[in-house]
């Protein structure tokens, strides 16, 4: 399995502001994603890091809202742009091959004022 | 839409017992399913995977049942240990799309 770490691990932020989460993987991997997990509620898939390209965003995701880099095969960001309250959620970095099970980083937990 | 359902948020269980959790799906095109456990600040971490094409697969203590005609899959944890005291995630993708779709976790607790 990939080791995988974000950054920040936590942080605590103001409404209206921007937070861009890393996620540095120890090899290469086909397959990252960023999930959400909202207080008490299931993962739900952002969207797919697409290396070199733009990200593919799921229902209800939006660039402007959620923009994605993945300059490499083992880098991505994950940007938060214009931060409200329901936005506190935990941020997770995921990996994995092109099918089958995905690996996690620890996640980012962000809490919005 | 939840695809992915774990109707029971929570279970508690004595240290030595059977822990036995439960998932539901809706999504006829799902055929791969899997549980991940994540502990307090933490990630999931992947636990044990099934492929429709099986019923049964064993791990150690950890057993995953799938039952396709009730959409139903099941992890049993026998013996069940303190250190199984975690957030269990039922997770499923079809092979003909790599997005896992998850339910909403079930919270295990092992009394000592």
């Known amino acids: 399995s990939a080791v995988i770490s974000q950054k920040p691990s936590r942080d605590i932020c103001q409404r209206g502001t921007s937070l861009t989460i890393q996620c540095q993987v120890d090899?290469?991997?086909?397959?990252m994603f960023w999930y959400r997990q909202q207080p008490g509620q299931s993962l739900t898939l952002i969207a797919t890091?697409?290396?070199?390209?733009?990200?593919?965003?799921e229902s209800g995701f939006v660039i402007d809202k959620f923009p994605i880099s993945r300059p490499n095969l083992t880098f991505s960001t994950l940007t938060v742009s214009n931060m409200s309250p329901e936005d506190s959620s935990i941020y997770l970095c995921?990996?994995?091959?092109?099918?089958?099970?995905?690996?996690f980083g620890e996640g980012s937990r962000l809490t919005v004022l | 839409d939840q695809q992915v359902k774990q109707n029971s948020p929570s279970l508690s269980v004595q240290e030595g017992r059977i822990s036995i959790l439960n998932c539901d799906y809706t999504n006829s095109m799902f055929d791969y399913f899997l549980w991940y456990k994540k502990y307090p600040a933490e990630g999931p971490t992947f636990l044990i995977s099934?492929?429709?094409?099986?019923d049964k697969n064993e791990d150690g203590r950890f057993t995953v049942f799938l039952n396709k005609s009730a959409k139903h899959l099941s992890l049993h944890i026998v013996p069940s240990q303190p250190g199984d005291s975690a957030v269990y995630f039922c997770a499923a993708s079809a092979s003909s799309d790599y997005k896992l779709s998850f339910g909403a976790g079930t919270t295990v607790t092992v009394r000592a």
């Open positions: 090899s290469q991997v086909t397959m």
């Open positions: 890091a697409n290396q070199g390209s733009e990200a593919t965003y």
């Open positions: 995921s990996v994995g091959p092109s099918t089958g099970e995905l690996f």
């Open positions: 099934i492929s429709s094409i099986k």
